[in-house]
């Protein structure tokens, strides 16, 4: 171990101290022995929260406390910022403010980042500071550092995943417990799963945010959330848990980021994912992130995305980044020379889907024959009985958007359905391939073309 003459004593101030901040205190007294034995240390010398009185269960005698973050952003004793406290006007004058000063900034505040890229780059400039954030994308999968250093010069052409953790730990628990998506948030909140406001997950907004960086990162072009195509899953139902399970499919939030000759998708929605699938398999408040590229075809990341201690650490191992490369920042970090595209028109896209009608068995065979009238090819279908009504579940091949929203409005009026159609879009653009694979497996053939 280093001599104590040897020892650098890195300063950091530190805005919000909730659930991940009061994660990160114990993860520094924990791994202080490590840092000693690299040379340095790590001393919360200021922190801002919103109530200095609250019982946090961690020690804060030993720092600075107050209620204004722009005092700690503005402390001349500080080395460097670390910013967990969430929000955005005052979280970005707080962040850009040290930054301009040549402050370097640890954040892992998506929804900033995300709508305020710009004014994070400039300050970062005019300062000559360092930004890293690996926190705000996936919780704990260091998804950050691979598409910056790792995969700096890869042509992606795809990155999605499920990067919400507390919406996949809702769904996970309504198909466990066969209960509906209002139980299952309450279950979720009561285990600390959701945000403080939980229409930021459950509304798809916290996943927006989030694709916003991966894009950013993975193809150079800056999207922001508003224009992301986002849905959440409170519309989803245990019906519809329960004919995707009968499809052999799962229900989850996937966000998407495609890059298609010059166009840039970019979506959040449900979707039913094919119990063949990686996806599929990612439980309770589990992320993954999928990516693909001609060099390398495609690679997966799993690990835990929403809870105390993964955020902390992955908060923390940015901190020790910085100490030990001080030139490091990942925003904007490696720059693509061309990184301008078009974002797709997303009627235009052309996908499978998933309906649900609800019919009684009589007019089963019916509805499938208007559904044939109407254009939508059914590739598999099946039933279940829910709340003493019958419901037929339908996967259509593939289909552009536009067409399946008209198809939608004609089928409302289709003799035999008794509700208002839902839809759902299939993770996999063409669900056929996979059908076709299944009917080689099981009887030897496959579907006509």
Known sequence: MPESDDIRTIKLGLLGCGVVGGGLVKLIEKHRPDFLANGFDLQLSHVAVRNPDKDRGIDLNQMEVTTDPMAVANDPAIDMLVEVMGGNDVAVEAGCTAL?????????????????MGRYVEAAKQGGAGICFESAAAAH???????????????LTLIKGVINGSTNYILT?????????????KDAAAKGFTEADPTLDVEGIDAAEKLTLLAFKAFGAYVPPAQVHTEGVTRISQVDIRLALELNHRIKLVAAARRDRGELSLRVHPALVHRGELLADVDSEFNAIILEGPGFKEMTFL?????????ASAVLNDIVKMVRQPDTSTLPGFR??????????????????????????????????????????????????????????????????????????????????????????????????IVEREQSTYFGTSLER
Not at 173 to 185: I, N, P, T
Not at 303 to 311: F, M
Not at 355 to 372: E, F, H, S, W, Y
């Open 141 to 155: 999968i260091p998804i950050i550092e691979v598409l910056d250093r790792s995969l700096a010069c890869e042509e």
């Open 303 to 311: 690990g835990k995305g929403a809870g105390e201690l993964p955020t």
């Open 100 to 116: 301009a000063r040549g402050i370097p900034l640890v954040s892992a505040n998506k929804s900033a980042l995300a709508r305020s």
């Open 336 to 433: 693509r020379a061309e990184s301008r595209a078009e974002l797709a028109d997303t009627s235009a896209l052309k996908l499978c889907y998933f309906l649900r009608l609800q019919a009684d068995p009589p007019k089963v065979n019916d509805v499938l024959t208007a559904l044939g009238n109407l254009g939508l090819e059914v590739l598999s279908h099946a039933q279940v009985e829910h709340g003493g009504a019958n419901y037929l579940g339908v996967i259509t091949d593939v289909i552009e958007e536009s067409r399946m929203m008209s198809a939608l409005t004609e089928l409302g009026k289709t003799a035999g359905v008794g509700q208002t159609p839902v839809f759902l879009r299939l993770d996999k653009d063409n669900y056929r391939d």
């Open 173 to 185: 628990f309504m198909e466990r417990a066969g209960c509906e998506y209002e139980e299952a948030l």
